[in-house]
């Protein structure tokens, strides 16, 4: 069983950054795949970004390149998302979930995660 609990959000303006934080404790495997998903209000969770657990493969969706940032530290045991220029639409809750599939199209999909997280809210104000 792997537990996760997620760090960060709150409130931030147009154009403003933000880091939220993955911990991450329980039974691991190298092999696991950490993503991040969003879900705004009235829609469908979505998936944001994902990263290999040794951190030296990443994969982002096209709405975040550029602006989001997705890394992994193993010494903490946690997993980082920062998130440079934000915008309004991606106001929504985030979380943080393991999956044992490898970082494929299948990790852009919320249903092989498991053990997810709360969800901090991110809200951005314009």
């Known amino acids: 069983q792997v537990h996760v609990v997620e760090f960060g959000g709150g409130l931030v303006q147009t154009g403003g950054s933000l880091t939220l934080s993955c911990a991450t404790s329980?039974?691991?495997?190298?092999?696991?795949?950490m993503g991040w998903f969003r879900q705004a209000p009235g829609k469908e969770r979505e998936f944001v970004a994902a990263v290999t657990w040794s951190g030296s493969n990443t994969m982002y969706a096209d709405s975040v390149k550029g602006r989001f940032t997705i890394s992994r530290d193993n010494a903490q045991n946690t997993g980082y998302l920062q998130m440079n220029s934000l915008k309004p639409d991606y106001t929504a809750v985030y979380s943080c979930?393991?999956?044992?599939?490898?970082?494929?199209?299948?990790?852009?999909?919320?249903?092989?995660?498991?053990?997810w997280g709360e969800g901090p809210q991110v809200t951005v104000s314009t």
């Open positions: 979930g393991v999956t044992p599939v490898m970082l494929n199209l299948a990790a852009k999909m919320p249903t092989p995660y498991h053990s």
């Open positions: 329980g039974r691991i495997f190298s092999t696991y795949v």
